[in-house]
C-alpha cells in the first residue's frame, strides 16, 4: 500500500509534487528559490559545465539539483593547460584509496581560462558511492578538489521527490548534458519512467528553475512527429548571429532550434537537419573552427567520432520525408583516428581533450582537432 | 589511550619496524577507521601540530596507497593528517574499503626537529579492514507490467529487487529470449543513463524505442522485437551485482505472451468507477479496460474534491487494470474529481487524448496538451 497526500503544499509527496509541476506550467516559472548550500552536500555528481567567470555547474541527480561551485583558487592547480595522463583512472581510484572497477566517470569539462581538466567521478557503485571532483593540471598533477570547501549555490530542479522520501514516488531525473547559453543553464533532463525530452532553462545566479521546456522535434528518421525522445547531448552554437542549440537525441537526429523558444511550458519545432544512423547514440559534442570554417565534433557509442561542417546548418532544410537510407541530411566525416571516446571536450583552438577507453583503461588525451 | 586499539590490531600490521630509541606503532583504529601512528616524541608531535604543513609535506612522512599489484607505487591515498593526543592520525577522504589491504609507510626522519632519528630507516606496514562475510542474498522481487500478457509495442518495464543495488546501467543484465530460447538481439535501449529509483531497489528497462515506433529504420529492418502471438522470457541474470558487490541469489525469469500492439490514446470515458459509501473510507475504484503503467500510476492518479487534492493509500492490484484509492477521512456526500495527469500511459507510452505514435503524415494534435484530466463521480447516502 502505498501513501499519497494531495494536501496543498504536500510537495514531498509525489503526486502533489507533480500537480504542483503541471500547473506552474499553465501559470508560469515555478518560484523554487536559490539558495546558499551547505558546504558538502554534494549526493551525486556529473555533468559538468563551465559558466561565467568560471563557475563550475554540476548536476546532483540523487538531490535533483544543480550546484554553482566556485572554484576560487581551485580552479587550476598551478601549470595552466592539460597534460595526457595515461590509466587516469586507476590514478584517481588510487587516490580516493579503491580500484579502477569501482569508479564511474561521469564528465570531463575544460576550465575556461586555466584550461585544466576537472573529471566528475562517483567514487563505488552501490548505496555507499560518494561523488568527487578530480582536477588535472598542465603538468599532469592529479588532485583531488576539496568541494566541501567551496562556496556554492544551488537549484532545486521542480518536481523532483525531495530527498529522503523517494519511496513515496520512484521518479528521478538523470541529467543527460548542461551548458551556459545567453544568460542562463540550459539542462537536459531523462526521466526513469516517461521516456520524454526535457529541457530546463535556469537564470544565473539562480532565481528560480523554470518549468521544464517540451521540445517537439520533427524526427526525420522517423517519419512522424517525435515528441518523446530525449536529448542527450547538446551544443550552443550562433546561426545567423542568433544562438541556437544543435541537439542530439537517440538514435540519433541532430536537431537546431533557437535558444529563444525555450520558454517555460513552450512547445519549440525544432529542426532536424542530420541523420546519424539509427542504433546509435551522441554523448559528447564540441564546436571549433579550423581554416575559417566551423565543424561540430560529435563522439557516438556505436559510430565513433564525427565531424560535421557547421556552414550548411543555417540554411539546411528539414528533414520532413522518411529518410530510407541509414544516415540523411547535412553530410559528415567519421575520424577514424579517435577510437573509444568517452567523453569529449574542446581544449584550445586546435585540440580536444577527450577520455579515452582501451584494453579496459582510461586515459586523457590531448588531440589535434581533425 | 588509542594504543589500546594497537594491541588488538597486531594481526593486521605484517610488519613493525622499531627505531633505536623510539618504539613506533601503526595501527588501524577500528572505530573511526583512520591510521594512527604512536610513538613519536612528545616535541615532534608539539611541532606537528603547528607545522601547517602542505598535504606533499605530510605524504613524506607517512604514506597511505591501496596494496600495489604490480610492483609501481600508486599515488597516495588523499586524506586528512592531525595530531590527536599522542597519535599521528590519518583520516581518509572516502573509507577505507572492507577487506582491501593498504600500505603505509612511515619515515621518522622525516618528524620535525628530532635529529636522533635521522638514520632511522621509514616503517612499514600493512592495514586491513576485516571484510565483511557477504552470500549472495538479493533477489528480484516484482516485474512491471505483472500481467502473462502485454502489447508488442510494449515501451518499459520495471524490475523490482529485494535490497539495492550497484547503480550502474543494468543493460549488460537483461536479455529477451524467443519462444525457441533464442536471444531476441537488440531489444534495450542502450542507454547507460542512470534508471534506477533513489533507493536503487527499482530499474526500468526502456524497449529501444526505435524497433517499436513504426516507420524508425531499426523497425523498417527488424521489426518489434516483440510479435503478436509469441510467447517470450525476459532473464535477468544472476550476474548483477547488488550494492555489496554480491551476485543476485538466483537468475530471474518472466514467460509473457505478446498480443496485438496498442497504438491508441487513452479515455478516461473507457474507466469504469465503483463509488464507496458516504462516512467510509472504503476505497474508491477504478478499473481500466488495460492495464496502465505501475510507475505513473502511483502518481499520476488522484482524487480531488472541489479541486482540492485528497490525501489517501493508492493501491494497485497485480495486472495493474483496477487502482484503489482509501481517503484519509471519510468520504462526504456529494461530488469529487478523479484527477489524471497528462503523463499517465498504458503499457505502449499512449497517453490520454493521445497516442505514442502520431504519424505526421496522417494526423497532427494542433493543440496543446491539456495537461489535466478530471472525472467526475458522486458518493451518495
Known sequence: MRSISLKAGALTLGLAAATVGVMAA???????????????????????????????????????????????????????????????????ASMLGTEPSALQI?????????????????????????????RVDGAGKVSVVPIESLSMTKAVLPNAPAAGTGQRNARMESV?????????LVVAGLSNEEFASKLRTIPYPFANVENGTSVEIYHGNHGQLETRSPVISFVPYKLNNTPHLIAGYTCTPLVKFPVSGLAPGAKVLGTTIAELGAGNRPTDMIVYSKSG??????????????????????????????????????????????????????????RALVLTRADGAVALQAVALP | MHFRYFATLAALTASLACGPSAVYTIGLNPHLKTIDVGGIPRAALAQLRQAGWTEEQWQALMR??????????????????????AVLRFTPRFPFDDGRPYDVRFDPSRLPGVQSHAAVNPLAAVVTLPAIARTPSTVVSQIYPSARSVPANQLRL?????????????????????????????????????????????YTVFFDPGRVKRGILPNRQRGRALKPGRTYTLVVNRDWRDGHGQPLKQAFTHTFTATAPIERALSMKAWTIDTPLVGTRNPLTVTFPAPLDHGLLQRALGVARDGAPLDGDVTIEPGETVWRFAPRAPWLAGGY??????????????????????????RTDPTPQPERFTLPFHVDR
Open chain 1, 26 to 92: 499553465r501559470s508560469g516559472p515555478v518560484p523554487v528559490p536559490a539558495a546558499q548550500a551547505p558546504a558538502a552536500t554534494l549526493q551525486s555528481i556529473g555533468p559538468l559545465a563551465f559558466g561565467p567567470g568560471g563557475v563550475l555547474f554540476a548536476a546532483d541527480r540523487l538531490a535533483a539539483s544543480i550546484y554553482a561551485i566556485d572554484l576560487g583558487a581551485q580552479a587550476t592547480g598551478g601549470a595552466p593547460g592539460a597534460k595526457d595522463v595515461a590509466d587516469i583512472d586507476k590514478q584517481i
Open chain 1, 106 to 134: 561521469t564528465d570531463l569539462a575544460v576550465h575556461p581560462t586555466s584550461k585544466n581538466a576537472f573529471i566528475a567521478v562517483m567514487r563505488g557503485t552501490g548505496a555507499e558511492a560518494k561523488p568527487a571532483l578530480i
Open chain 1, 176 to 184: 543527460t548534458d548542461m551548458a551556459f547559453v545567453d544568460g542562463k
Open chain 1, 293 to 350: 570554417k566551423d565543424y561540430l565534433l560529435i563522439a557516438n557509442t556505436r559510430r565513433g567520432v564525427m565531424k560535421v561542417p557547421t556552414e550548411p546548418f543555417a540554411t539546411a532544410t528539414s528533414i520532413t520525408a522518411r529518410v530510407t537510407t541509414e544516415t540523411g541530411g547535412v553530410g559528415f566525416e567519421s575520424i577514424a583516428a579517435l577510437k573509444g571516446v568517452e567523453q569529449l571536450e574542446l581544449l584550445d583552438a586546435q
Open chain 2, 64 to 85: 597511505v596507497s591501496v596494496q600495489s599489484t604490480n610492483g609501481a607505487a600508486p599515488p597516495a591515498v588523499v586524506g586528512r593528517y592531525e595530531i590527536d593526543g
Open chain 2, 158 to 202: 520495471y524490475l523490482h529487487f529485494s535490497a539495492p543495488m550497484d547503480r550502474r546501467s543494468g543493460y549488460d543484465h537483461v536479455k529477451l529470449l524467443d519462444d525457441r530460447g533464442r536471444e531476441v538481439l537488440e531489444t534495450f535501449l542502450p542507454l547507460d543513463a542512470d534508471f534506477w529509483d533513489r533507493d536503487g531497489t527499482r
Open chain 2, 337 to 362: 474529481q478523479l484527477v489524471a495527469l497528462d503523463f499517465l500511459e498504458d503499457l505502449a507510452g499512449n497517453r490520454l487524448g493521445r497516442a505514442f505514435e502520431v504519424d505526421n503524415f496522417e
